[in-house]
């Protein structure tokens, strides 16, 4: 995990070879795959890490200390390639976390609404997420998107028949 943190991939690729596991967690709930998702800065070759933690094992539907898998966790961050990686994978795309949150909630309610975000939300929206489906309040996707003026990612939902 330490060596996860610091994005330092060539003693990722020996710890791996000598067996690490990539799945385990600390007291905090971290592995290395989770931290892959959400915890290296975009400025870095961010992607890496979750190649070589999900070609060695990772579990992704693994979940951090909120519930919350790693595509939730790279969705609130507008993490793009990130997020096409994983649905690749067998992830739930409409795993809800502790704060009653799908990873679609998440890049509405925590991004930006920018260009990265939105992105996420057409990527989650292709990978057949239900863009009803509404937070533990009862507010929907589309409400928040509408309550944030987010106008790309209002667009986006209405098109894939969000109410």
Not at 113 to 123: I, P, Q, Y
Request: aromatic content about 4%; charged content about 25%.
């Amino acid at each position: 995990m330490a060596a996860a943190y610091k994005n330092r991939l060539e003693i990722v690729d020996l710890l791996i070879a000598a067996g690490a596991d990539v799945n385990m967690k600390d007291n905090t709930l971290q592995s290395a795959y989770l931290i892959a998702t959400s915890e290296i800065p975009r400025s870095e070759n961010y992607t890496e890490l979750l190649t070589k933690t999900l070609k060695a094992g990772a579990d992704v539907h693994s979940t951090d200390s909120y519930n919350g898998t790693g595509l939730i966790r790279a969705a609130d961050r507008g993490y793009v390639e990130i997020i096409r990686e994983l649905l690749k994978t067998d992830i739930r795309v409409n795993h809800i976390n502790k704060l009653g949150w799908t990873a679609l909630l998440e890049a509405i309610i925590l991004g930006d609404g920018g260009e990265r975000h939105t992105e996420v939300v057409r990527m989650l929206v292709d990978a057949g997420v239900d863009v009803n489906l509404p937070d533990k309040d009862g507010v929907a996707p589309l409400d928040h998107a509408k309550s944030k003026s987010f106008m790309a990612i209002i667009k986006t939902l209405e098109n894939s028949g969000a109410k």
